[in-house]
């Protein structure tokens, strides 16, 4: 297990220094001076000299890499230049929204999905199967913005149960903030949960063919107690790969909604600071939802293991 650990924990070293390069690449090699995009077309050449030197631009490009990515590991990001704030300060406070929509979602999603994915399956091409499965198609192809919309339109116009929109802050009031997220992250969780319903029931199915599964059956074990004692660890290794990108994907898609719903989160901080031109802001939420992302496929790489030894064994 240590080897074993050694190895994917160096593969998320490896990976996390790979993509702090792409990310410090992509925004360099963009065409024009950023210290003249910041400052506009008709700033004067001393005071885009002066910017440009106060952000570090009229150093060597290699210095630059490693000063950010020293700052960052020491949360060192910088002043941002929009909001004349430490960028520190500014991701921290965003990710307070952010994070907990994403869980929220992803418990919903997993609820949904593991609910509906299992009983599909348990009726293979009966009613239930086939309504089910039609549901989630549905699902997929609904955007989750247009979903968000419609459930402002039902819930905060029509019933008047939910805000429209914006977030109280946890020190304000902790359950009125949880209740203006629950919205967002149902919009979010539609779509996800349709996916890895359809996921879970192909899963638990191939499983089900298999001998042992009929083996327990024969002693006289509950169809219901096989699913859960014996069917669903075993089908868990996919649904666990779609989950750990899927919980990636709300933690790093959710500008669209948070926009809808007028959130303080991190990805309309992104969508704010490319309107802004704050390419510090953009350099370093990019990379930090990119290590976010890295850091959930270690850790379902983690977990193959503890469910399915085999995973183990084969990697070594």
Same mark, same amino acid.
Request: net charge neutral.
């Given at each position: ?26 925004? =360099? ?6 210290? +003249? ?5 008709? !700033? ?31 949360? =060192? ?15 921290? =406070? /965003? ?6 929509? !994403? ?20 009726? @293979?091409?009966?009613?239930?199967? *086939? ?26 116009? @029509? ?14 009031? !902790?359950? +009125? ?13 539609? *779509?996800?949960? !349709? ?14 063919? =298999? ?5 327990? /059956?024969?002693?006289?074990?509950? +169809? /219901?107690?096989?699913?859960?004692? @014996?069917?669903? /660890? ?76 085999? *995973? ?5």
């Amino acid at each position: 297990m240590g080897l074993f650990l050694f190895k994917r924990f160096l593969t998320l070293l490896v990976t996390l220094v790979g993509a702090s390069v792409v990310v410090f690449l992509v925004l =360099e090699i963009l065409p024009g001076d950023a210290a +003249q995009i910041l400052m506009g077309p008709d !700033a004067a050449p001393d005071t885009v000299q002066a910017l440009a030197t106060k952000l570090g631009l009229d150093r060597p490009p290699m210095e630059r890499y490693w000063q950010w990515v020293i700052g960052l590991l020491v949360g =060192e990001m910088g002043v941002s230049y929009t909001y004349s704030t430490p960028v520190f300060e500014l991701v921290l =406070e /965003r990710l307070a929204v952010t994070v907990p929509l !994403a869980v929220m979602a992803m418990l919903l999603t997993t609820v949904l999905a593991l609910a509906v994915g299992i009983y599909a399956a348990s009726r @293979h091409n009966r009613l239930g199967d *086939v309504g089910l499965m039609g549901l989630t198609q549905i699902g997929i192809a609904v955007p989750n913005f247009w979903f968000a919309i419609l459930l402002i339109l039902l819930f905060s116009v @029509h019933l008047q149960w939910f805000s429209a929109g914006g977030f109280p802050g946890w020190g304000e009031d !902790a359950a +009125q903030s949880l209740k203006s997220l629950l919205l967002p992250a149902l919009s979010l969780a539609v *779509v996800q949960a !349709a996916i890895l319903a359809r996921i879970t029931r192909s899963a638990v199915l191939d499983v089900l063919r =298999e001998d042992f599964v009929r083996t327990a /059956r024969a002693k006289g074990l509950s +169809q /219901r107690a096989t699913l859960w004692r @014996h069917v669903l /660890r075993n089908a868990m290794i996919p649904v666990l790969t779609v989950m750990g990108l899927q919980f990636a994907n709300l933690l790093a898609g959710t500008i669209v909604v948070e926009n809808v719903f007028y959130l303080p989160g991190l990805g309309r901080l992104v969508f704010q600071s490319i309107s802004n031109r704050d390419l510090i802001v953009v350099r370093n939420c990019v990379m930090l939802l990119a290590a976010m992302v890295i850091v959930v496929n270690f850790v379902v790489d983690v977990l193959y293991a503890v469910i399915d030894p085999r *995973v183990k064994a084969n990697d070594l």
